[in-house]
């Protein structure tokens, strides 16, 4: 997708946008308000808020957290709740990979004018899968360079951001270095290792993030040790942080861990996911 065909796609989305925000009134969706209307009360989704109203002051920056997989915060109506320093707007796919995230944005964020500051956290599904990952950094290409033409169509003096998170090493895709005394994470027979695939992608998503001058987080340390003295790599077995107690099963992370990783991306929020010298932030 180039960057003519995006500014298409945008237009078009600008203008039935436009037509729809003359006659729309007030639903259970979420009102989106836009710079000249950023003093007003904003009403929350009803089935998480309740109906409830927001009056926090909305600035002129969507902060959007994309993950492709089950959702690391929700509202009352979900898992649990996390009280928050900043508004952060969540969005999850079950299974997604980074295309399904991309469609996702033309839909609930694209068609509106306000700058958006994006944290990706994504790309395993896009591993498990058994996608090149050549193919993998085109569609995170791709995701960019949308969210560029939405700044360059509506004209934003502070260009809007996507910073793209390294990918965890799942054990149930990946195994690393195994200790002789570890004979449960010894990989089974036919066991497909996506390891060198893994470290392939996060040394792009770094390289890319590098380019463009954005921090970001280091997801590929949740759940590892590395012993520099021996140069090699171990999953931390006495450190609980995926929910399946089966070492080959392990993908999602716990209630508590999602926290976080949660608080990780709003540390990078409020520090700024522009890059301003080294991020002291977490690893």
């Known amino acids: ?15 039935d946008n436009i037509e729809k925000c003359a006659t729309e009134e007030d639903s259970s969706e979420t009102v989106r308000v836009t710079s000249e209307d950023k003093s007003e009360e904003v009403k929350r989704p009803n089935d998480c808020q309740n109906g409830e109203v927001d009056t926090q002051e909305v600035s002129d920056t969507n902060n959007c957290l994309c993950f492709d997989r089950t959702k690391i915060i929700v509202g009352p109506c979900g898992m649990f709740v996390m009280v ?72 934003h003096e502070k260009p ?18 195994v200790p002789t005394s570890m004979r449960e994470w010894v990989p089974p027979l036919g066991f497909s290792n996506r390891r060198r695939e ?3 992608l996060n ?19 949740e759940g590892i040790r590395i012993d520099k003295s021996k140069g090699k790599i171990f999953h931390r077995h006495n450190q609980q942080i995926w929910r399946e107690a089966e070492v080959r099963r392990r993908l999602h992370l716990t209630p508590a861990h ?20 080294d991020w002291k932030g977490s690893a």
């Open 1 to 15: 997708t180039d960057l003519s065909s995006n500014m298409a796609i945008l237009q078009e989305g600008k203008e």
């Open 84 to 155: 928050l320093p900043i508004h952060v707007e969540i969005e999850s796919i079950v299974g997604g990979r980074i295309r399904d995230l991309t469609r996702a944005l033309i839909s609930l964020y694209i068609k509106y004018p306000e700058r958006l500051e994006i944290i990706v956290v994504a790309g395993i599904n896009n591993i498990a899968e058994g996608q090149p990952v050549p193919d993998i950094i085109e569609e995170m290409h791709e995701l960019k360079e949308l969210v560029k033409a939405h700044s360059i169509l509506h004209g």
């Open 160 to 177: 809007s951001s996507v910073s793209i998170s390294t990918v965890m090493y799942a054990p149930r895709y990946c195994s690393l270095d």
């Open 198 to 200: 893994i470290e392939c």
């Open 203 to 221: 040394a792009a998503i770094a390289a890319m993030n590098r380019s463009d001058k954005l921090n970001y987080m280091n997801l590929h340390y």
């Open 258 to 277: 999602k926290i976080k990783v949660m608080q990780k991306a709003v540390k990078l929020f409020v520090g700024g996911v522009e890059r301003l010298g």
